[in-house]
């Protein structure tokens, strides 16, 4: 090798190591700036308990009861709530804004689905009031009303003066009246609500005759599903992000009151229905994640974390590939638990029993499409 071949490799390699020693300092200037940057929320400090184990004997021991779910529809990709007409045809909302309904022959067989409405923005709740119109929570719209014609009524918006944030899981009591879960004020799901673990959703009502809507709870952990007891003495509402179920008292001495009805739930409850024998069936978006029960409880990682773009985060907070519902009793206890431990079926949302099946709706992040599986096969 020549002189000048010499000089000149040594040269490269100098021009290599100072663009090396100049990206190194890019990234370590990077790094001392995106940790002096202000986080965006003062996470709350909180010792998550301990997550209940798949493996010991008891209502939480994993089986494959969810594995031969078989689909029913596949129009409706993400189908977050699920609920039944007097003729027993199935309707679902879409995360596109479309309703569908299937119909089943006489020997059960689901139908091509049909689209009902267009909500065109986010149908989750869904429930027939008694004049057989659709009443539907919408995460963009609002609390919303469909006649039998597919004609859509906006029925509220708002509550005390301000705006109804995430409208997002139903039910309706006799009288008519109707309860419903306002998520979360940050309007969507956000991983830095996670890492701020702090309370920003809402119970609502919305009576029919005045057109009212008031607050009856205040300061929930991401409320979400919502269900009425069979004696509407109290409702439900989950609370996705400290794994329970609260009740809040309708009648009787502890009217007005709240307490918890189930805690230390195995993930994040989702929706919550109720079957004719008066028990609960809570859809499981996902197991418990470990790293954010970690951070729960080291609120600086916490308070890092809510820097990262929530782009960056989707994969973080997506759900494990582990289906999962919960089934409780009329006083909180849990009856049993159903899986699909392979994951063919996970992100469940929703589960509801209806003709000997139990019918199985997910989310975006989960499996695809409307299953239903046997519960006495």
């Known amino acids: 090798m020549s002189t000048e071949q010499k000089q000149r490799k040594r040269s490269t390699g100098q021009q290599i190591r100072r663009w090396s020693f100049a990206l190194l300092g890019v990234i370590v200037l990077g790094i001392a700036v995106f940790l002096l940057i202000p986080a965006p929320v003062e996470p709350a400090v909180w010792s998550a308990p301990a997550a209940p184990s798949f493996e010991r004997d ?4 994993e089986n494959s009861k969810l ?3 078989e689909l029913v529809t ?3 990709k993400f189908p977050e709530f699920i609920t039944f007409d007097s003729k027993g045809q199935l309707y679902t909302g879409d995360s596109d804004g479309k309703i569908y309904r299937v119909a089943f022959d006489a020997e059960g067989k689901a139908q091509p689905a049909e689209v009902f409405a267009d909500t065109h923005g986010t149908p989750n709740g869904l429930k027939f009031d008694a004049a057989g119109n659709l009443i539907v929570t919408d995460i963009q719209k609002g609390l919303l009303s469909i006649d039998p014609d597919g004609n859509i009524e906006v029925l509220t918006t708002e509550v005390e003066g301000g705006p109804i944030y995430l409208a997002n899981e139903l039910d309706i009591a006799q009288d008519g009246s109707i309860y419903f879960s306002d998520t979360s004020n940050y309007g969507k799901v956000m991983f830095k609500e996670i890492a701020e673990n702090k309370p920003h959703g809402r119970l609502l009502k919305y009576d029919p005759q005045t057109k009212q809507t008031t607050v009856l709870l205040r300061d929930l952990y991401f409320a979400n599903g919502v269900a009425l007891s069979a004696e509407e003495d109290f409702v439900l509402v989950a609370e996705s992000y400290h794994y329970q179920l609260t ?3 309708l009648k009787g001495a502890k009217q007005g009151t709240s307490d918890i009805f189930a805690d230390n739930i195995a993930g994040f409850p989702d929706n919550i229905t109720r079957d004719a024998q008066g028990h609960f069936w809570v859809g499981i978006f996902t197991t418990r994640l470990p790293f954010a029960d970690y951070m729960h409880s080291h609120p600086w990682l916490a308070a890092t974390m809510s820097k990262v773009p929530q782009s960056l985060l989707n994969g973080a907070s997506a759900p494990v590939k582990h289906g999962l519902v919960a089934e409780y009793g ?22 509801v029993s209806q003709g000997g099946y139990l019918y199985l709706g997910t989310a975006p992040g989960g499996s695809q499409g ?8």
Do not use: Q
């Open 370 to 377: 409307v299953h239903r599986v046997l519960m006495n096969p």
């Open 74 to 76: 596949d129009r409706a």
């Open 330 to 351: 009329p006083e909180g206890e849990l009856v049993n638990s159903w899986h699909d431990p392979e994951g063919t079926l996970y992100g469940i949302t929703t589960a």
């Open 58 to 61: 008891g209502p939480w021991k």
């Open 247 to 249: 009740r809040y008292w």
């Open 67 to 69: 594995s031969s779910a």
